[in-house]
């Protein structure tokens, strides 16, 4: 069964520092999301991506945050100087068509962010 | 108000128990809706969609009534694997697109 796959899925990092995590989406979809969860917390939604653009942001996803489709099938999210608040589960999810369509997203299995 | 609002449980029952969770949503924009499946510290995994006419997949029913802004799903017969915390989302079309918005979930726990 095709699956979104991430990297790391632990990763530990110092405050202030860039944090890049890598997300592989499944081959034939087009729209490529990011969400969060903190711990204890609900999944919150970042952004989503389409044709090589943001289609949507949330308030969460400020100007240190930004995504890139670097090579046609990673999917990427930059932290650029991480807080101690952005330590939480941090999942890619990836659909055929938007999910507005009754669509199926598929997450990764997350990359868990320790800023420290 | 909570854009997707659900009871946190945790819903303690006994194999084989029946057991239904409620959701509410406040914006009537929505559009589609979802039942997510989310064990401890894994990725939310997609249970079954709902659609206005309600709809069932084996021992689960989702039902979803536009007018009230509230979805259900109901657990038959429950099994030891079914604990996990079930995600109440809803997809809610932007000026730039869609995003899924979570509940907080709903925990349960199956027990002998």
């Known amino acids: 069964e095709p699956e979104v796959t991430q990297t790391p899925s632990h990763q530990v990092t110092q405050m202030g520092q860039e944090v890049i995590l890598r997300c592989v989406p499944i081959?034939?979809?087009?729209?490529f999301y990011w969400y969060r969860q903190i711990l204890g917390q609900k999944v919150e939604f970042l952004v989503s991506?389409?044709?090589?653009?943001?289609?949507?942001k949330s308030e969460i996803f400020d100007d240190q945050f930004s995504v890139e489709r670097p090579d046609g099938s990673n999917f990427t999210l930059k932290i650029r100087s991480t807080k101690l608040e952005d330590s939480a589960m941090y999942f890619c999810?990836?659909?055929?068509?938007?999910?507005?369509?009754?669509?199926?997203?598929?997450f990764g299995q997350g990359t868990r962010l320790t800023v420290v | 108000r909570k854009e997707v609002e659900q009871d946190p449980g945790p819903f303690n029952v006994p194999e084989g128990a029946t057991v239904a969770f409620n959701c509410t949503y406040s914006?009537?924009?929505?559009?589609?809706f979802f039942w997510y499946r989310q064990d401890c510290r894994k990725e939310p995994k997609l249970l079954m969609s709902?659609?206005?006419s309600g709809n069932e997949d084996g021992r689960f029913t989702a039902q979803l009534n536009r007018a009230s802004q509230y979805i259900s799903l109901l657990i038959r017969d429950s099994k030891l694997s079914d604990s996990a915390t079930y995600l109440c989302v809803v997809n809610i079309l932007t000026g730039g697109g869609n995003k899924l918005t979570f509940g907080t979930g709903t925990q349960l726990k199956v027990e002998l």
């Open positions: 991506f389409y044709n090589n653009e943001i289609s949507e």
């Open positions: 081959s034939n979809h087009l729209y």
């Open positions: 709902v659609y206005s």
């Open positions: 999810a990836s659909s055929e068509v938007p999910t507005g369509q009754n669509t199926e997203a598929f």
């Open positions: 914006n009537s924009a929505s559009q589609s």
